[in-house]
T-cell receptor, first 114, second 114 residues
Framework: DGGITQSPKYLFRKEGQNVTLSCEQNLNHDAMYWYRQDPGQGLRLIYYSQIVNDFQKGDIAEGYSVSREKKESFPLTVTSAQKNPTAFYLC?????????????FGPGTRLLVL | AQKITQTQPGMFVQEKEAVTLDCTYDTSDPSYGLFWYKQPSSGEMIFLIY??????QNATEGRYSLNFQKARKSANLVISASQLGDSAMYFCAMSREYGNKLVFGAGTILRVKS
């Protein structure tokens, strides 16, 4: 089955620690995205990537970093500079960029700070 | 700047009845896309329906239809014959002319009563 997988489902971070969220897709999509969702709110774009070895900041990139070394993978690192990391993180992908391209989402990772 | 407004924080509907979820948007882009996603309690975002800004006809996907009124900048979702499994959070989103960024509304919680 084609789809997007995210791991882990739950992640706990200690103060001052960097943590990495995994996102893998086997849909052969070129574009991948990371969103953050806070309780009772919509999604906000953190980073996106149109092709391998290229990525762009979204609206709330501070305190986060990404890499895109393979087409299938787009990991997100939440650094210690992100002071309020507790949220639900969703990864998405689309065939290409463009206003008509539908983004398909993974199941998400819940990050909690200890 | 682009903005999506969903004015109904919560809605109730009787099983088997139709329900309309409101969405208004603001953009200066000539080309854009409008999307509706469903988010059940599990958290995954499920794509429901898409409408392009130049599409002449309203989009339909099974029990879902999008009532697109471009002059009013509204893109309401109509769910016909509601089912108990339709209980979820529903998000309206808009893409830009050059893609990559989805702007989300705050969402509407729908509860279907038996």
């Amino acid at each position: 089955d084609g789809g997007i997988t995210q791991s882990p489902k739950y992640l706990f971070r200690k103060e001052g620690q960097n943590v990495t969220l995994s996102c893998e897709q086997n849909l052969n999509h070129d574009a991948m995205y990371w969103y953050r969702q806070d309780p009772g709110q919509g999604l906000r774009l953190i980073y996106y990537s149109q092709i391998v070895n290229d990525f762009q900041k979204g609206d709330i990139a501070e305190g986060y970093s990404v890499s895109r070394e393979k087409k299938e993978s787009f990991p997100l690192t939440v650094t210690s500079a992100q002071k309020n990391p507790t949220a639900f993180y969703l990864c998405a992908s689309s065939v290409d960029r463009g206003p008509q391209e539908t983004q398909y989402f993974g199941p998400g990772t819940r990050l909690l700070v200890l | 700047a682009q903005k999506i407004t969903q004015t109904q924080p919560g809605m109730f509907v009787q099983e088997k009845e139709a329900v309309t979820l409101d969405c208004t948007y603001d953009t200066s882009d000539p080309s854009y896309g409008l999307f509706w996603y469903k988010q059940p309690s599990s958290g995954e975002m499920i794509f429901l329906i898409y409408q392009g800004s130049y599409d002449q006809q309203n989009a339909t996907e099974g029990r879902y239809s999008l009532n697109f009124q471009k002059a009013r900048k509204s893109a309401n979702l109509v769910i016909s014959a509601s089912q108990l499994g339709d209980s979820a959070m529903y998000f309206c989103a808009m893409s830009r002319e050059y893609g990559n960024k989805l702007v989300f509304g705050a969402g509407t919680i729908l509860r279907v009563k038996s």
